[in-house]
């Protein structure tokens, strides 16, 4: 709306026009290549304001499609990775990641089973974690990791875990290195079995074969 007067031309009249809704307020006699003028800036205006409104409803809209995707895909993942613990916790074995840069731990529900710690309690640290190791172990385990590099970033490590209830199990690790630029240690990944229960059934061989010999020798 523009306001035309020949009449009322304070002030007042003026802001009284423009709070009734008017883009302008133009005096008699009218220049009509003004007009125009002034049509067409407020027509383009409007055009670009719509446009402008038209890409906001349009980016709203792909930011709330982009939102239900991620939603979406954090559940698959979230529920991938319930169904990998438990497929890990059922064949008594555990997963561990330590950012050497952050200092931060992540251990899932089977690697604080396989210690025997309370998974929503336990937070794992260098400390923690070595109070859990068997001492007779611990110098071999950090010997074996820092032989590692980045021409060997894989290691093989069996060693002792002690519980809090001091109950002592067998474990193997398969840990990873990752390594930068510079070729330090950045990180370390890697999954854990507790073999206890095959470690006695090694013993129990062990026994029963020195018995059968034994007795194979008194025959004899």
Known sequence: IIFISAIHLTESDYLRGYEAGAVDYLSVPVIPELLRAKVRVFAELFR????????NNELERRVTERTEA????????????????????????????????SGL???DEGQSHIFGVDHASFVPTIESVRRGIHPGDIDRIRDSLRGLGPQKTTEQ?????VRPTGEIRW???VA???FGASGKPVRFSGVTTDITERKEAENRQVLL???VDHRAKNAL
């Open 48 to 55: 670009k304001t719509r446009d402008l409104q038209q890409l």
């Open 70 to 101: 991620l939603e979406l895909s954090s559940d698959k993942l979230r529920q991938s990775e319930q169904g990998r613990g438990l497929a890990l916790m059922a064949g008594n074995m555990g997963s561990w990641d330590f950012d050497l840069v």
């Open 105 to 107: 731990w992540f251990w």
């Open 157 to 161: 490590l069996e060693f002792r875990i």
């Open 171 to 173: 474990c193997t690790a």
């Open 176 to 178: 990873v290195a990752s």
């Open 209 to 211: 074969a020195g018995e």
